[in-house]
Structures are given as structure tokens and as C-alpha cells.
């Protein structure tokens, strides 16, 4: 596959990116340049990690951006879970977001083993 763009994980992170973006926009003006920005740059390093790797010439070199795709995603998922419990995230919000988060390591995880 020569497309980053046609993987299904890349995808799907990329959704999670924009799903992200949507949640933080109700968080408070003292968060901007501390979980607001924190929580913007893991969910975007998880699809540039996927894309970046992909372009790799070897699977070992792929294998290592998977990697640090999988360490972003459990930093936005801690990132997530203070968010909720400081009240920035409604519970509806917080549940589809965990969804999707967890969706994305199941896959990463699968990815990951595969190369």
C-alpha cells in the first residue's frame, strides 16, 4: 500500500483527532496553553506517527513509529481521563471518546504485531 491515507487506522485517528478538537473547544481559557495543548499534540502524533512510519522504508523503522503512535495514544487517553474528572468533559462525551481511544490502541496493538 503506497497511501498512508488508505489506512484504515490512519483513518480512524485522524476521526479521533477531530473528535478531540470538538471536546476541547468547552474547555476553560486557563487550560489553553496546559491540557487544551497537551491534549491537541497526542491526538495529533497518533495518525503523523502512522504516516510517518509508512513511509519508512523498513518495517523495523515502521515498527518504531507504531510505537510512538501507541505512547501517544496513552498519553491522550490520560490527558482524557484528568479532563473528565476536572469536569471539562461531559459523560457522553468522555464515554465515545474512551470508545474510540480504545478502538485505536486495538488496532495499534494489531498493527504493530503484524509488522
Do not use: C
Request: charged share 25%; no cysteine; aromatic share 12%.
Amino acid at each position: 500500500m503506497k497511501d498512508f491515507k488508505n489506512l484504515l487506522i490512519w483513518q480512524k485517528s485522524v476521526e479521533l483527532v477531530i473528535f478531540v478538537y470538538k471536546i476541547i473547544k468547552a474547555f476553560t481559557e486557563e487550560e489553553k496553553y496546559g491540557l487544551v495543548s497537551q491534549t491537541r499534540r497526542s491526538a495529533v502524533s497518533i495518525p503523523s506517527n502512522i504516516s510517518e512510519g509508512h513511509m519508512r522504508t523498513t518495517n523495523k523503522d515502521f515498527r518504531h513509529f507504531i510505537s510512538i503512535a501507541r505512547g501517544s495514544y496513552a498519553e491522550l487517553e490520560t490527558q482524557s481521563v484528568i479532563a473528565y474528572k476536572l469536569g471539562y468533559i461531559i459523560d457522553k462525551d468522555y464515554q465515545l471518546l474512551i470508545s474510540k481511544i480504545q478502538e485505536i490502541s486495538k488496532m495499534l496493538s494489531s498493527f504493530y504485531s503484524k509488522l
